[in-house]
């Protein structure tokens, strides 16, 4: 399965858009792109996924490279209750496999 | 509606103890995994279950054993505990659909274990 590279950290400010970014150039034609967060001492949870198209929902937006080989999770306000572990991953639409999280990215948000 | 639910919270095991880690959906999914995080670092898949009557070894498989009791359960057993078990256990599950559109994966909260 196709893996993905995150920055290990970012800061933010509260209030402010934050970017985070991914990094998945092998990405294959049926991979979604997932991307979920994980507040200390909890589950991960879900936050966003697309396929092709740029994709908005009520938590995040999720930008997508015209080629696929990148992304980018943005919060558009960030908040204190936003500092997470956010960890973006690749699902292959067409066959079910091993679903592999990397380390992910911490976001800090500084009231 | 519960979604995934993990039993133990917590637990204390000695070198060469066993133990089963429960795990239990109510969403219908046919889809279930098991991941361990230690600390500081991302999660690491270590069995997984596509379908009932089916299992997968993931990433870190060695030491560990699952059985997929049925739709809604997906067990993870360690039958000779050793200090480098001591992490903590999530358990997760999704809807797969070959060809159709990918669904979230729902996660539980976690057996904190530690391996005396």
């Known amino acids: 399965d196709a893996k993905t590279t995150q920055p290990n950290s970012m800061e933010s400010n509260e209030e402010e858009p934050v970017h985070l970014p991914c990094n998945h150039s092998t990405i294959s034609g049926t991979d979604y792109i997932h991307w979920y967060r994980q507040l200390p001492s909890q589950g991960p949870e879900y936050v966003i996924h697309?396929?092709?198209s740029n994709v908005n929902n009520r938590m995040a937006s999720l930008a997508i490279a015209e080629d696929r080989k990148s992304s980018t999770l943005i919060l558009h306000r960030a908040t204190l209750r936003d500092a997470a572990v956010y960890y973006c991953i690749l699902r292959d639409g067409g066959s079910q496999g091993n679903l592999i999280f990397g380390k992910g990215t911490k976001l800090s948000v500084k009231p | 509606n519960a979604g995934v639910t993990q039993t133990p919270k917590f637990q204390v095991l000695k070198t060469g103890q066993s133990m089963t880690l429960q795990c239990a959906q109510d969403m219908n999914h046919n889809s279930m995994y098991w991941y361990r995080q230690d600390p500081g670092m991302g999660l690491r898949l270590i069995y997984y279950s596509a379908s009932e009557g089916t299992t997968d070894k993931g990433e870190v498989p060695n030491g560990y054993n699952v059985s997929r009791l049925n739709k809604r359960e997906f067990s993870l057993r360690l039958e000779s505990a050793a200090p480098s078990q001591t992490s903590v256990y999530f358990c997760a599950s999704t809807q797969f659909a070959a060809g159709g559109r990918s669904s979230p994966l729902h996660f539980g909260n976690g057996t904190r274990l530690t391996v005396t």
């Open positions: 697309g396929l092709t």
